[in-house]
């Protein structure tokens, strides 16, 4: 998943410039990254503008897990992200700019043209020039990018490009003239001796009644995912979704290696 923003792992620069797309103002992203890192920290220290579990009780609020994010809608259970009116919409694509599983670099191979849009010195001509070369052959190393797009990225080690998809794929389902869409992480497990496959999270959204008409815009509405039964009452870091099994998920469904 190398291709999205790690919210547990991103960098700052990162997440900023992640918020902007989702049009939060450029005064109100410290605080959000602030509180986000509050969260996922395992310690009850606050930063500036951040969050532990006093002002969570203050504001009525479950305290923080102070542990990694397991899915991207999580974020709505940090103080103060739950006022970021795109992230309350289903359609909004949070879900398909970010990530949440434990792996680190980024692949412009597999990075949707929003999050390569983010990169500095990044402009809509040299996009579509990626987009365009990576269809034909995938990069390889930094310095080929940055010979086709005269920006530079370091392969020296610890690298942040990394040109080869991690261990873990989201699976799209839906089935024709269903209203009903559902995204499932999973990643690889080759050293497991029964399970050569677990799922991370699920993310299921009903289609409105554009549904009907088989158009592929319009609202979702959410009927379910891991960070929404931890909002309910369930502890989805105790719960079933850590699954494992055969393959068969892959039936009808389109996948996207990131």
């Not at 919210?7 to 992640?18: K, R, T, V």
């Not at 959000?32 to 969570?56: C, H, T, V, W």
């Not at 980024?106 to 500095?120: D, E």
Request: one cysteine or more; proline letters at 9%.
């Amino acid at each position: 998943m190398r291709g999205l923003i790690n919210l547990n792992l991103g960098s700052p620069d990162d997440l900023f410039a992640l918020l902007g797309i989702f049009g939060v103002a450029a005064e109100d992203r410290g605080p959000l990254i602030a509180k986000l890192q509050d969260y996922i920290d395992a310690d009850s220290f606050i930063r500036l503008n951040g969050a532990e579990a006093p002002q969570y009780e203050e504001a009525g609020l479950e305290p923080p897990a102070n542990a990694p994010l397991r899915t991207p809608w999580e974020v709505r259970r940090i103080l103060d992200w739950d006022k970021v009116d795109d992230l309350a919409k289903e359609d909004s694509g949070w879900s398909l700019m970010t990530s949440t599983a434990p792996i680190g670099g980024f692949n412009v191979n597999t990075a949707p043209r929003a999050l390569l849009s983010l990169m500095p010195l990044m402009t809509p001509d040299i996009v579509d020039s990626i987009i365009e070369r990576r269809h034909e052959q995938p990069f390889v190393s930094g310095y080929q990018f940055g010979l086709l797009t005269g920006i530079p990225i370091s392969d020296v080690p610890p690298p942040r490009f990394v040109p080869f998809p991690g261990n873990g794929i989201i699976l799209t389902l839906s089935t024709k003239n269903s209203p009903l869409e559902r995204r499932i992480a999973v990643h690889k497990t080759p050293l497991s001796p029964d399970r050569p496959w677990t799922v991370d999270y699920v993310n299921g959204r009903r289609l409105g009644a554009v549904a009907a008409t088989g158009s592929s815009a319009g609202r979702y509405a959410h009927f379910g995912c891991s960070a929404c039964l931890t909002r309910n009452g369930e502890d989805s870091r105790t719960s079933s979704h850590s699954r494992s099994g055969n393959g068969l998920l892959m039936r009808n469904s389109a996948s996207t290696c990131i």
